[in-house]
């Protein structure tokens, strides 16, 4: 579904991705790991148009994305840190979310229902605290049933039981036949959801693999371990 | 596009700075008016302020308005929408409220005090044109100034000193060249030099309509010449669209470039 050729973006001086070549298929959830600053979040800002690559190549569905825009009716993303527009209140935003994105019939309304989202359809969203605008930020990427999911640290500021009703809620949709992308640091969370693992370093590809094979590879029962020891062969 | 356009009209009539600068511009026109018999002369003295302030106001307002935008813009850029939209919408949607509040705030005096005299009639037509394609053009050199930088200081500063340089900077240079060069004949060059700023622009389009015209000598008459008909209006009118226009294609340009 998506193909991402010798992506190559620098700011400045750094180098923040290096010639960075991996494709993704429907029905898979693939982790993104890395260190800090290795290109995930770049990538997926790729992906969606946010940051412009300076030579490269983005397909999804053998489409060729940069600069287009129709593509991204197949996305739903969730950011690293949400930000709304801090005057407008939470039920305006859904409203206006709805009405931009009028092609959608069908609606996901889920998450809004469990994460008790109408409660605060009065509140402006800059009276939100990170944890609740984390939880408008993932109904709203689930809302519109998108094929293709992007969600950038998407349990780092939820409390557990949020954590898991969203990684309930990312299995559900998996059974779905959809892409979903999850950049993400804790290894518990990854092998709960997961059934790839790509691991970036220094925006290079350091390794593309499943779970199970990544396991049986380093012989370690837990994927934590099996990580550290790839990374550091 | 109208979609966005209407987003973008809800947040700016929420605060009230646009509802403030109309009640001020018609405060002062009225103020104007009542002051001056001549309603010739109470255009000339609204004029002076209309340069001054409308192209500060515009360029002010419209850089904050961006900067405090962009959590706007990096929702939006996300979704199914085109960047070229969201940025025409932007433009579209402040350029319009200060407009509008130009052509309440100045027209609506101007219409029921100006019209006694049918040169003023006149003149106070091109005032109100000169207002409308000004807010027009500094809106459109707050976006360039705002796309250019990242950091909002950086931005604003930038702002003012466009207008700091189209008030202000211009002017005393183009007298210093004529104060020095002025054993030579620079009617020409000063009819270019005032292509080049469209303050300047506005200003000669309506003082020509009045008859202190006449106070500015030589050049002044070759002034009269060109702007007092049909082809020099035209003529100025293109340049003021040109001023809108290229800065904010050149902002465009560098917004969907951007990575945000």
């Not at chain 2, 207008?163 to 270019?192: E, I, Q, R, T």
């Amino acid at each position: 579904m998506i193909s991402i050729k010798n992506l190559n973006k620098r700011y400045g001086k750094l180098q923040v991705l290096n010639n960075l070549s991996v494709e993704f298929e429907r029905g898979q959830v693939v982790s993104i790991i890395g260190p800090n600053g290795s290109g995930k979040t770049t990538t997926i800002k790729c992906l969606l148009g946010i940051v412009q690559p300076d030579s490269g190549e983005v397909y999804v569905d053998d489409e060729l994305v940069l600069k287009q825009w129709e593509y991204r009716r197949k996305i739903g993303y969730m950011p690293q840190i949400s930000h709304f527009p801090e005057n407008m209140k939470v039920r305006q935003l859904f409203d206006m979310m709805k009405d931009i994105r009028k092609d959608v019939s069908e609606l996901d309304e889920e998450l809004i229902g469990l994460y008790n989202i109408q409660k605060m359809y009065d509140k402006r969203l800059g009276s939100l605290s990170g944890g609740m605008k984390q939880k408008v930020s993932a109904s709203l990427a689930f809302l519109f049933q998108p094929d293709l999911l992007i969600l950038d640290e998407p349990t780092a500021g939820l409390d557990p039981l949020s954590s898991e009703i969203l990684k309930a809620k990312i299995l559900k949709e998996k059974k779905r036949d959809k892409l979903i992308l999850i950049s993400s640091h804790i290894m518990s969370e990854i092998e709960e959801v997961a059934d790839d693992i790509l691991c970036m370093m220094d925006g290079r590809l350091c390794f593309y693999r499943s779970i199970a094979a990544i396991k049986e590879e380093t012989g370690e029962a837990r994927l934590g371990k099996a990580i550290a020891k790839l990374i550091t062969y | 596009m109208d979609k966005v356009i209407k987003y973008v009209l809800y947040d700016i009539l929420r605060n009230r700075i646009v509802l403030g600068y109309t009640i001020f511009l018609l405060i002062m026109s009225l103020g104007m008016f009542q002051l001056e018999n001549d309603p010739a002369k109470a255009v000339l003295s609204l004029l002076n302020v209309v340069l001054l302030v409308v192209p500060l106001i515009s360029i002010i307002f419209a850089t904050i308005h961006f900067y405090n935008s962009q959590e706007f813009i990096e929702l939006l850029v996300a979704q199914p929408i085109n960047r070229q939209k969201i940025f025409y919408s932007e433009y579209l949607g402040v350029a319009i409220s200060l407009a509008t509040a130009f052509l309440t705030g100045v027209g609506v005096p101007l219409l029921l005090f100006g019209g006694g005299a049918i040169r003023s009639g006149a003149a106070g037509i091109y005032l109100i044109t000169a207002g409308l394609f000004l807010t027009f053009i500094f809106v459109a050199l707050a976006f360039l100034a705002s796309v250019l930088t990242s950091d909002k200081a950086k931005g604003i500063g930038l702002a003012l000193l466009l207008w700091f340089y189209f008030s202000l900077l211009y002017d005393g240079l183009v007298m210093m060249v004529l104060f020095y060069f002025s054993d030579y004949p620079l009617d020409k060059f000063s009819l270019a030099m005032l292509s080049l700023n469209p303050i300047d622009l506005g200003r000669v389009l309506v003082l020509l309509q009045i008859d202190v015209s006449a106070l500015m000598g030589y050049t002044g008459a070759l002034y009269k010449n060109l702007f007092s008909n049909f082809t020099g209006v035209l003529y100025a009118c293109l340049l003021m669209l040109a001023w809108a226009v290229l800065p904010l294609m050149l902002a465009k340009r560098i917004f969907i470039r951007k990575d945000l």
